[in-house]
């Protein structure tokens, strides 16, 4: 066997690019045992031990570099929850994958949302000009320095057909309760959170840059963010950037909204409904009670909890870049999602997240189980049961 090769150079370079506490890992495998790598058969799964690359990239030794490895981490957080000695299992990742990144070594399959990115300020091909088609025909107010709020719509809402509708439920649910919010429309570019996550550090502070300098520019003080993804790191990463703003998750703002007697749900939907806890939501922002008050108003509902719920809920897979990955069917952490909530017999599976439904929808649909369960953004669902 040959000798593997340490480099004292990589090692300091994975640090700078963020991953700073690799040092900290004791090589226990708690994480390792965690990851929902382990639910899943297949070659992925076989190859994937946060454990070792963790090691690897602490010798600054090849073989962390496999990119079919490297970038399987949906950065879900289930590990570094739970790791004895606190060590930044997400941010180690991303210093990682930076190392080869930034090197000009981005995979095959990262390269067309890259270069979307850098073009058109969003990782989906969509042109610039069509960032607002998602409202249709909604009367849709500017943000200006009369309005409480700016609305910031995550651009898979944006240029998703399916996903539009999420975006288009929150604005409804806004102006139904009389918020004063208003979109600043297509100068926004993408919050950057996932192409940070799959190394690109430049790209992601181009991005970040431009959008607190628009954001500040335009004198927003809060923002409301349709998905926990932009949410995460808008209150994470874009503080030292410059951009300090009172920040809410779609779904927090109505149930503040609700408990004033602004928003209620009257209709009522005769349904047996489960909740996805979000990756981002839950155990990266802690929030796990509010979707679920949320769902109490709504009367009729009979709301089913998930046996992996809460803090151990489990990933759909859409995190890390992932949504921009093929799994093959058999291999996708959403396919066990929707066995989840079968067997609780739910009729439908509501979550608060675009990367979420994406997921869901794709692992429904290769179980066939789409005349079975629906999949749906909460703010849909809410929405359904105003008047
Ligand atoms: S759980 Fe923490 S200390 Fe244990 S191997 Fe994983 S990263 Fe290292
Ligand atoms: S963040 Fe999630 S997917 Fe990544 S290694 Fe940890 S448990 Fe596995």
Not at 189 to 207: A, I, M, P, T
Not at 367 to 381: R, S
Request: glycine content about 10%.
């Amino acid at each position: 066997m040959e000798p593997k090769i340490v480099s004292l150079e990589m090692r300091e370079y994975i640090a700078e690019m963020g991953g700073d506490t690799l040092n900290w890992c004791m090589q226990c495998g708690l994480c390792t045992n965690l990851c929902p790598w382990r639910l899943v058969p297949g070659e992925t799964s076989e190859k994937f031990n946060i454990r070792h690359m963790q090691r690897l990239g602490q010798m600054g030794m090849e073989g962390f570099e496999d990119e079919t490895i490297l970038f399987a981490c949906s950065t879900c957080s289930m590990c570094q929850t739970n790791c004895p000695r606190g060590v930044k299992i997400v941010d180690n990742v991303r210093g990682m994958r930076a190392s080869l990144v930034g090197a000009g070594m981005a995979p095959a399959s990262l390269r067309p949302i890259l270069g979307s990115a850098h073009a058109n300020g969003n990782p989906w091909s969509g042109p610039r000009e069509k960032r607002m088609d998602w409202a249709g025909d909604l009367e849709l107010p500017s943000f200006g320095p009369d309005k409480e709020y700016f609305l910031y719509v995550c651009c898979h809402s944006c240029y998703d057909p399916r996903s539009t509708k999420t975006a288009r439920s929150i604005v409804r649910l806004l102006q139904h309760a009389g918020v004063s919010f208003g979109v600043i429309g297509t100068e926004e570019s993408c919050c950057g959170e996932s192409l940070r996550k799959v190394g690109d550090e430049e790209l992601f502070l181009n991005l970040a840059q431009s959008n607190v300098d628009l954001f500040n520019g335009k004198g927003v003080k809060k923002i409301i963010t349709t998905s926990p993804h932009c949410l995460w790191t808008f209150a994470h990463e874009y503080p030292e950037l410059g951009g300090q703003w009172e920040l809410v998750h779609y779904t927090q703002l109505l149930e503040q909204l609700v408990n004033e007697g602004k928003l209620s749900f009257p209709k009522s939907l005769q349904k047996k409904v489960a909740f996805h806890d979000p990756c981002y939501l839950g155990r990266h922002s802690g929030i796990y009670d509010t979707p679920r008050n949320l769902m109490k108003q709504v009367s009729g509902l009979t709301p089913q909890e998930l046996q992996r719920r809460e803090a151990s809920s489990l990933c759909c897979a859409g995190g890390g870049g992932r949504i921009w990955a093929e799994a093959p069917v058999g291999e996708r952490f959403g396919e066990l999602r929707i066995q989840d909530a079968v067997a609780k017999g739910a009729q439908m599976l509501a979550t608060a997240c675009p990367y979420c439904v994406n997921m869901l929808t794709d692992a429904c649909k290769s179980l066939e189980k789409q005349d079975d369960l629906e999949i749906i953004e909460l703010a849909e669902l809410l929405a359904e049961a105003l008047p």
